[in-house]
């Protein structure tokens, strides 16, 4: 059984920050990349950041100075911690896990195709 949740999503004005989290099990944790992806309305679902244990994370540039992706291997769960939030970072944000090591590919990791293990979804609304 594979299981990824998500939590930590909200509501905050813009230039606030959030702190995601993703929860998972019944994978084998260090072997696998880990990745944020989100999607808004109308949008095609998109990278924001991945990372596994071996690696420094890896930030669409949209993000990069912004968020922060984080391990807690111990506990098996995947952070993203989000500063200086903006209205277009709105959207569900969704953590995924696949069996590769994200830079094995340096392209791979961006394309949700890839991951076959996702949670359900957080809702990040970002107001102006």
């Known amino acids: 059984q594979v299981q990824l949740v998500e939590s930590g999503g909200g509501s905050v004005q813009a230039g606030g920050s959030l702190r995601l989290s993703c929860s998972t099990s019944?994978?084998?944790?260090?072997?696998?990349?880990m990745a944020w992806f989100r999607q808004a309305p109308g949008k095609e679902r998109e990278g924001v950041a991945a990372k596994d244990s071996f690696s420094y994370g890896a930030y669409a540039e949209f993000v990069k100075g912004r968020f922060t992706i984080s391990r807690d291997n111990a506990n098996n769960t995947l952070y993203l911690q989000m500063n200086s939030l903006k209205p277009e970072d709105t959207g569900t944000y969704f953590c995924?896990?696949?069996?590769?090591?994200?830079?094995?590919?340096?392209?791979?990791?961006?394309?949700?195709?890839?991951?076959?293990?996702w949670g359900q979804g957080t809702q990040v609304t970002v107001s102006s």
């Open positions: 019944g994978i084998t944790y260090n072997s696998y990349c």
């Open positions: 995924a896990a696949a069996s590769f090591y994200c830079y094995s590919d340096p392209r791979r990791l961006w394309r949700h195709y890839e991951y076959p293990y």
